[in-house]
């Protein structure tokens, strides 16, 4: 499925999102800060190039954070659930899902498969309170309507 294709409904986490951002800049503001006054403040003396670098490498630190915590999302169309993790993204076809659960005391949802395995749902936080109750809700109907069930040919 392709980045054209029309979804039903797409998911992401309200909380982690604006966590990630908060972080982002706290690490990025820190060191950039850190590196302009530490010139002198230290053991060792601090070349412009090491200032630099210094600020550089915590300016990479906060953009890995935000681009990895940023990026959980979960797509549901006719074609299946795509889910998209921090470092994993796949699309499971109906066929292959059993139920999509948020079992008690879990941080997110999970989409279950076949043999007792299942997938994390990273984008539907228990954090986001009702958004993820919402979330659960719409999942569970566009399964209800794609899923091919028994006595029910697959579209």
Do not use: C, H
């Amino acid at each position: 499925m392709n980045e054209s294709q029309s979804w039903d409904a797409e998911f992401r986490p309200r909380l982690m999102r604006r966590a990630a951002y908060a972080v982002s800049a706290v690490i990025a503001v820190a060191g950039i800060v850190v590196s302009w006054f530490n010139r002198r403040s230290s053991g060792a003396y601090m070349r412009v190039a090491d200032q630099i670098a210094w600020g550089g490498v915590a300016v990479l630190i906060a953009a890995a954070i935000l681009v990895l915590l940023t990026r959980p999302r979960v797509r549901v169309g006719s074609a299946g659930i795509q889910v998209r993790n921090v470092v994993e993204d796949r699309l499971i076809p109906w066929s292959n899902v059993v139920d999509v659960s948020f079992p008690k005391g879990k941080r997110w949802a999970r989409v279950d498969l076949e043999a007792y395995e299942y997938v994390p749902l990273v984008a539907v936080q228990a954090v986001d309170r009702e958004r993820a109750v919402s979330a659960m809700d719409t999942m569970r109907q566009l399964m209800a309507r794609y899923r091919p069930g028994p006595g029910r040919p697959p579209d």
